[in-house]
């Protein structure tokens, strides 16, 4: 079976309903010192780099432990065949921590095809639309369950077993997911299956904002697609278009406030204050490629944030001599990752790690008026 997708992306202006929602306020500098002295150095970008790492983790994630936690699998719960031959199954229960640590659930589609080792896609988040077309494309598709290192809760905070083993760190669920992801990563990399240089992270929404944080923390991730992650996502909280998620909404109490630092909400209505802006994020990826792959109906999701973001992370890729390695593709349509976002993907991965011509269209999306 193969999926066939043709890649369109449109170019769209969207009027924000409101003059002032997409802000005039300009984005903070990612080629600048904190003491004002320009990067003109790639010792200096390293010394950038930190600084906005720590901005990002200090007012919007929270701190994410440092020290090492061993992670073994504690059971293997499935291992068989499907697609008719062509992917094995395989489903572990990892102990994180300890051979007593607390349990997460990850799922592993191994091609059946070729000969390994083979680049790998790792989700946050379970699920796919197109697992067996990822596995006959030669990738491996892996997935975890993000909620069993910290839950998902609307409105009501709960300690999480990540948070409960580090309970000195002030970090959101975000953080505790993404934290997540690198040890998930730490079990993929045992695989002899696994390309440990060709090692893609994804997710969608909330899974996104995750894939996000997590490829722009951890180099070992080869490259970065998130996926309708919006806000606290890839998408600028200075620039906001009509409908969509803000800072402000987002951080309510009754809401999302558990997925950020506890202290982030004092930026509401005051995002010309922050000193920073996602295309921080974005930035922390380079010179590896990072994708944001988006929809042009969602607007919850804050398509002119994503491609503001974009536009002010590119000066860092040119900087270091990887223009082509940020990119944006939206497609038509709503809040979802589907089969042609992960087409998308698999385009994008196979040029960057192969070599082969790209076959859609990116760069193209939301303007400001």
Known sequence: MVFSVVCVASVLVLAASDPAAVSSAPFPDPLVLENGTPVTTREEWETRRGEMRDLLLRHQYGAIPSAPVPVNVAETLTEETQHNGATLFRAVRLAVGSENGFPARVEVYLPTGGAGPYPAILRVGLGCPVIQEINERGYIFACYENQDFDFDTLGND???????????????????????????????????????QRVVITGHSRTGKTALLAGALDERFAMVVPNGSGCGGAAAYRRYGPECETLELITRPSRFASWFHQDFRRFADKESELPFDQHFLRALVAPRPVLSTDALGDLWANPIGTAAAW??????????????????????????????????????????????????????????E
Not at 159 to 178: E, I, K, N, T, Y
């Open 158 to 196: 709960k300690v999480g077993p990540a948070q409960a083993m580090f309970p000195d760190c002030d970090w959101g669920s975000l953080a505790a997911w993404a934290w997540g992801a690198s040890h998930v990563l730490d079990y993929l990399l045992t695989l002899p299956e696994v390309d440990a």
């Open 311 to 368: 536009r002010a992370a590119q000066p860092v890729f040119d900087f270091l001599g990887v223009s082509g390695n940020n990119a944006m593709h939206f497609r038509e349509g709503k809040h979802d990752q589907l089969p042609e976002d992960y087409h998308v993907l698999l385009d994008f991965a196979d040029h960057h790690f192969f070599g082969k011509p790209l076959t859609c269209t990116y760069n193209e999306g939301p303007g400001e």
